[in-house]
């Protein structure tokens, strides 16, 4: 069995490590790409040049035998030395030219023997080839053998401007020479490179500790942080990419800093909200233990006042509860598609008592049937929510209008009513937990605080959004956009606009 990155396999419940631990150090692989691309382009680059100064080299020595070859012919051809072989002077030349450049000389005439031949193997024997014809039809010839290491050179001996050749000389040069300078060169070639890539790894290895030491104050730095020995915030500017990491783990700080200390407030209201009913039920008991005598009708008050901080403290926990769930991922969500229309007037219908004891006109207006795919129970509590919230807060005789609309792509469901309204600079907190405009008269009504986030988790784990208008004395108005089509994925923490 493979893990997915390909590091472990588990052969008969062996389990091999295919990747050594130390190639998980950034500076590790910074130094050892570094050597592969130096020992690489070195091993590459002396190729070339190696190969290149061979060739060139094998092509200096063909272009002097080639000249020499010409001068020779030119002599061959004046003194007559192909009719009778005998010229003191040619031979002379023909002898030093084979010493010089360790060759075996032949020279041909016009009907294919070899009247010379300075190894003196094949004299007077006749001589046919391809490069033999090629040359009598005046075409000089050069060739290198590589598997023999000999350079080749046919020139024929014959007039200006003829065209038939009256001999040819043909030279055989050995390459030792050359060959055995190129080695030479290799040899020294070899040890720069060795010395090159002695610095070259060492220049790695250091330019690996320079590049990575801003990841490792990085890591220090977030160590200390994630320790509580530094509050301060990360500043490594040395690259861009650690530019980009500082501010993006500076955001995530700022973030996290801002749970942390609305994780605290919460726990703080949480505390205070139900030590409230609890604080009430105590003194209301205690003021009853007092009273050994009192009367059965200040006993049915007390315990009708207890009653009600029960109530209280029971819907505390129950908001509580509703908010935790909420804040699961949306994979929680059971997500159906449903008739918005029948939804909302389903709540609307639950809500009217509450509305007509407060002498509250609730009115809902729909535009079109809306079928979208969501998860009913939580969407019914955001609306519920928001209208309750649109009842409570209202004034006597006012009303609380719903409308439904659609377009191709979400649906819109707006809650306006005619209530007190939320001061401006409220309105970007009305959201948050335990979050109360006006305390005592939220009391006084039985709310909790936690109702509109409620609302506000609910909506964006349908990937939704909610927005918020008022003015105070004139009422408020809610609206939520919900996509019509549920996206799986995270939900998006962007889901308020106030």
């Given at each position: 069995m493979y893990t997915q990155n390909g590091e472990l396999v588990i052969i008969s419940g062996v389990k091999l490590q295919l990747r050594p631990k130390f190639l998980n150090s950034l500076q590790v692989r910074i130094t050892l790409l570094l050597s592969v691309f130096v020992i690489v382009s070195c091993v590459l680059f002396g190729g070339t040049v190696l190969g290149n100064y061979s060739q060139e080299l094998l092509s200096e020595r063909t272009t002097e035998i080639q000249n020499q070859c010409t001068i020779?012919?030119?002599?061959?051809?004046?003194?007559?030395?192909?009719?009778?072989?005998?010229?003191?002077?040619?031979?002379?030349?023909?002898?030093?030219?084979?010493?010089?450049?360790s060759a075996r000389v032949v020279i041909i005439d016009d009907e294919f023997q070899i009247i010379k031949d300075t190894y003196e193997l094949?004299?007077?024997?006749?001589?046919?080839?391809?490069?033999?014809?090629?040359?009598?039809?005046?075409?000089?010839?050069?060739?290198?053998?590589?598997?023999n290491r000999y350079?080749?050179?046919?020139?024929?001996?014959?007039?200006?401007?003829?065209?038939?050749?009256?001999?040819?000389?043909?030279?055989?040069?050995?390459?030792?020479?050359?060959?055995?300078?190129?080695?030479?060169?290799?040899?020294?070639?070899?040890?720069?490179?060795?010395a090159i890539l002695i610095s070259a790894v060492m220049l790695a290895v250091f330019a690996g500790m320079m590049m990575v030491r801003p990841l490792r104050r990085m890591g220090w730095r977030i160590e200390a942080m994630a320790d509580g020995y530094e509050e301060s915030y990360l500043q490594e500017n040395a690259y861009n990419e650690t530019a980009q990491i500082s501010a993006a783990f500076n955001r995530l700080w700022d973030r996290y800093r801002t749970m942390d200390a609305s994780r605290e407030e919460f726990v703080a209201n949480v505390s205070h909200e139900l030590k409230t009913p609890l604080a009430s039920m105590k003194v209301l008991a205690d003021s009853l233990l007092a009273q050994p005598d009192a009367p059965v009708g200040l006993y049915q008050e007390f315990m009708g006042d207890m009653s009600e901080e029960i109530e209280r403290e029971n819907k505390i926990i129950n908001d509580l509860l509703s908010l935790v769930k909420l804040n699961k991922k949306g994979a929680d969500l059971n997500i159906q598609s449903e008739n918005i229309n029948e939804l909302v007037e389903r709540i609307l219908k639950r809500l009217q008592p509450l509305a007509a004891k407060q002498n509250i006109e609730l009115v809902f207006e729909s535009f079109r049937p809306v079928y979208a795919e969501v998860d009913e129970v939580k969407l019914s509590l955001a609306v519920t929510n928001l209208v309750e919230n649109a009842i409570k807060y209202n004034k006597e005789n006012g009303w609380v209008h719903v409308a439904l609309n659609a377009d191709h792509k979400f649906f819109y469901l707006k809650v306006a009513d005619s209530g007190i309204g939320i001061p401006r600079e409220d309105t970007e907190h009305i959201f948050e937990r335990f979050y109360r405009v006006d305390k005592s008269h939220s009391r006084e009504i039985g709310g909790t605080g936690l109702g509109l986030s409620i609302a506000r988790n609910a909506v964006i784990m349908h990937r939704g959004a909610i927005k918020v208008h008022s003015e105070p004395g004139e009422g408020t108005t809610f609206t939520i956009r919900i996509p019509l089509t549920y996206i799986s994925g995270r939900p998006q923490e962007k889901g308020t606009t106030v």
């Amino acid at each position: 069995m493979y893990t997915q990155n390909g590091e472990l396999v588990i052969i008969s419940g062996v389990k091999l490590q295919l990747r050594p631990k130390f190639l998980n150090s950034l500076q590790v692989r910074i130094t050892l790409l570094l050597s592969v691309f130096v020992i690489v382009s070195c091993v590459l680059f002396g190729g070339t040049v190696l190969g290149n100064y061979s060739q060139e080299l094998l092509s200096e020595r063909t272009t002097e035998i080639q000249n020499q070859c010409t001068i020779l012919c030119s002599q061959i051809l004046g003194s007559g030395y192909l009719e009778d072989g005998e010229s003191s002077v040619v031979d002379a030349e023909l002898t030093q030219l084979s010493n010089i450049y360790s060759a075996r000389v032949v020279i041909i005439d016009d009907e294919f023997q070899i009247i010379k031949d300075t190894y003196e193997l094949q004299e007077g024997k006749t001589i046919i080839s391809e490069d033999v014809v090629r040359c009598f039809r005046g075409e000089q010839i050069s060739h290198y053998d590589a598997e023999n290491r000999y350079i080749e050179v046919a020139t024929p001996v014959m007039e200006s401007g003829s065209r038939q050749a009256e001999g040819m000389m043909l030279v055989s040069a050995s390459a030792d020479s050359v060959l055995g300078s190129v080695h030479t060169l290799e040899n020294k070639a070899w040890i720069a490179l060795v010395a090159i890539l002695i610095s070259a790894v060492m220049l790695a290895v250091f330019a690996g500790m320079m590049m990575v030491r801003p990841l490792r104050r990085m890591g220090w730095r977030i160590e200390a942080m994630a320790d509580g020995y530094e509050e301060s915030y990360l500043q490594e500017n040395a690259y861009n990419e650690t530019a980009q990491i500082s501010a993006a783990f500076n955001r995530l700080w700022d973030r996290y800093r801002t749970m942390d200390a609305s994780r605290e407030e919460f726990v703080a209201n949480v505390s205070h909200e139900l030590k409230t009913p609890l604080a009430s039920m105590k003194v209301l008991a205690d003021s009853l233990l007092a009273q050994p005598d009192a009367p059965v009708g200040l006993y049915q008050e007390f315990m009708g006042d207890m009653s009600e901080e029960i109530e209280r403290e029971n819907k505390i926990i129950n908001d509580l509860l509703s908010l935790v769930k909420l804040n699961k991922k949306g994979a929680d969500l059971n997500i159906q598609s449903e008739n918005i229309n029948e939804l909302v007037e389903r709540i609307l219908k639950r809500l009217q008592p509450l509305a007509a004891k407060q002498n509250i006109e609730l009115v809902f207006e729909s535009f079109r049937p809306v079928y979208a795919e969501v998860d009913e129970v939580k969407l019914s509590l955001a609306v519920t929510n928001l209208v309750e919230n649109a009842i409570k807060y209202n004034k006597e005789n006012g009303w609380v209008h719903v409308a439904l609309n659609a377009d191709h792509k979400f649906f819109y469901l707006k809650v306006a009513d005619s209530g007190i309204g939320i001061p401006r600079e409220d309105t970007e907190h009305i959201f948050e937990r335990f979050y109360r405009v006006d305390k005592s008269h939220s009391r006084e009504i039985g709310g909790t605080g936690l109702g509109l986030s409620i609302a506000r988790n609910a909506v964006i784990m349908h990937r939704g959004a909610i927005k918020v208008h008022s003015e105070p004395g004139e009422g408020t108005t809610f609206t939520i956009r919900i996509p019509l089509t549920y996206i799986s994925g995270r939900p998006q923490e962007k889901g308020t606009t106030v």
